[in-house]
């Protein structure tokens, strides 16, 4: 079993910055790949960003709203992935979940789809006023 805590959301204005990161535990050895999704009320979840770890390498996919602006980055030895969101827009405002999963998967673009991760955190709130 693997356990995921997020922190790091809060209410910043449009244009800041904010951190959130993402600790797993338990047995985070049989996770290969971890990733953020959002969701606000009334919408399906989103996914964000994604970090797959093979044989020492990272690599790393970005859906289309988060390219050139949010940047997942993981340390290994913390068993930590952290999302730098720069830039925010209101539209960024939603609930965030960090996800894990070890399952195989056709190719990392599908670990932007919540049906690929095995375990979610219960989220930290991302709120950006104009």
């Known amino acids: 079993q693997v356990q995921l805590v997020e922190s790091g959301g809060g209410s910043v204005q449009a244009g800041g910055s904010l951190r959130l990161s993402c600790v797993a535990s338990?047995?985070?050895?049989?996770?290969?790949?971890m990733s953020w999704f959002r969701q606000d009320p009334g919408k399906e979840r989103e996914g964000v960003a994604a970090a797959y770890f093979n044989s020492g390498q990272t690599y790393y996919v970005y859906a289309d709203s988060a390219k050139g602006r949010f940047t997942i980055s993981r340390v290994n030895a913390q068993n930590t992935v952290y999302l730098q969101m720069n830039g925010l827009k209101t539209e960024d405002t939603a609930m965030y979940y960090c996800?894990?999963?070890?399952?195989?998967?056709?190719?990392?673009?599908?670990?932007?789809?919540?049906?690929?991760?095995?375990?979610w955190g219960q989220g930290t709130q991302v709120t950006v006023s104009s």
């Open positions: 338990g047995y985070p050895s049989v996770l290969k790949y």
């Open positions: 996800a894990a999963g070890g399952s195989w998967f056709t190719s990392i673009e599908t670990l932007l789809q919540s049906h690929t991760a095995n375990y």
